[in-house]
Every structure is written in C-alpha cells, then in structure tokens.
C-alpha cells in the first residue's frame, strides 16, 4: 500500500493561503489522493480527491505533481475555523475491488489570528 | 448529514470483559469501516468490511473481531477487552469510488475505557 508523509504541524496567518504538502512517492497509477480534516474530536470531514489533475472545490484546491510523487491541499483564504488536523491519503482499490483507506498521522494546522 | 450512528456512545469496562461496538447506517453503502484513533497516533484501521459477510483487516486488527450479517450493521468485537483498547472508535462508511466522490462518512466515535 502507498504511504504518505506529511509535516507533523504548520502555522498559518488568518486570511493567508495554508499550503500544507503530503508526500507519496510509491502511489500506484490507480491510486487516488484524499484529504480530510478532523476538527476537535469531531469524526473526520472529507475535504477534496484527485487522480491526476489537480482540484478545485469550495472548500481548497488540489494540486498533485506531475509524477504524482506529491501534492499539496491549499485553504486559500484561512480563518480561525480551519485550524483542525488534515489528513492526506492514498485510495488503495484492490483487484477485487476492495478499497482501503489508511490513515497517518496528519498535519496540524492551526491558524493564527 | 450521512445516516450512520455508533453505539455506544461512551462505555467503561474492566480488563477481560467482552465488548462490542455497533455501527448503523441507513445509507445503504457498500463500505463499512472501524478505526481507532489514540494520541500521537492519528487514525487506524482495525477492520473493513466491503460487502455483506466480507471483510478484511487492517492495520491494527489483532484483538478485534468483526461481523457484518446485514449491508446496515458492521460490529466490532473486543473478546476480550485490555487496557490498552482503550480508545475513542471511529465507524465510517462509503458507496466507493463508483459513488460520487468516494467520500467516507463518519460516525461521531466511541470513547471506550477499559480499567
């Protein structure tokens, strides 16, 4: 299974654009790329996905290497309420069809007013 | 918000009592997921459960046990429960990546405390 590897916490200024990278460098070419956040103790909330191209939604942007080796979830405008832990994971789906989500340890953001 | 509750919410057991956590969803997903999620561990995956009666295991499963006998019910089973499953327990579910965007849904977790 790919692994990932993310800073283990980042700081951002409130109204800033919060890059936080994830590494990935053993992803398989049918392996997706997710990211979630956990506020508080809260069950964690789906942020954004991508396979190749990069991602835009409401929430951040996507934006995935080339090689697909890395990418970087960006909040672009970050307030006080997005301080949370962000998890980048890699979607594993199996010949059978079987898709396990692995979770690290993530990154911890916290927004600085 | 994704039908899934977890029960129950909040337990205290002793070392060696059985225990069993129970995930309802409504949403008739294909995916039913269980983690844990420690200090300084972030989230693992115990087991995973990708249709009726089939299921796998994950990262962390020795000491757990599963069952899913209906597509709405994914139980996780502590035989016998020790100190050190002592943890808060997350249920997830999903509709997979043929689903819109393969999101996982999660419960609002389970605190369990084994003394």
């Given at each position: 299974d790919a692994k990932t590897t993310q800073p283990t916490s980042m700081d951002c200024a409130e109204g800033r654009a919060a890059n936080l990278p994830c590494n990935h460098?053993?992803?398989?070419?049918n392996e997706y790329v997710y990211w979630y956040r956990q506020i508080h103790s809260q069950g964690p909330q789906y942020i954004i996905h991508g396979l190749k191209n990069n991602e835009t939604n409401e929430m951040a942007s996507l934006i995935i290497t080339e090689d697909r080796k890395s990418s970087t979830l960006i909040l672009p405008h970050a307030t006080l309420r997005d301080t949370a832990v962000y998890y980048c994971i890699v979607r594993v789906v199996s010949n059978f069809g079987n898709e396990k989500l692995t979770f690290g340890t993530g990154t911890r953001l916290t927004i600085i007013p | 918000d994704a039908g899934i509750t977890q029960s129950p919410r909040h337990k205290v057991t002793e070392t060696g009592t059985p225990v069993t956590l129970r995930c309802h969803q409504?949403?008739?997903?294909?995916y039913m997921y269980w983690y844990r999620q420690d200090p300084g561990h972030g989230l693992r995956l115990i087991h995973y459960s990708y249709g009726v009666k089939d299921t796998d295991k994950g990262?962390?499963?020795?000491g757990y046990s599963v069952s899913r006998s209906k597509t709405e019910d994914f139980l996780l089973t502590l035989e016998s429960a020790t100190s050190s499953q002592t943890s808060v327990y997350f249920c997830a579910i999903s509709g997979g990546?043929?689903?819109?965007?393969g999101e996982l849904f999660f419960g609002e977790g389970s605190r369990l405390t084994v003394l």
């Open positions: 460098s053993t992803i398989s070419g | 409504t949403e008739n997903h294909r990262e962390v499963s020795d990546l043929a689903s819109n965007t």
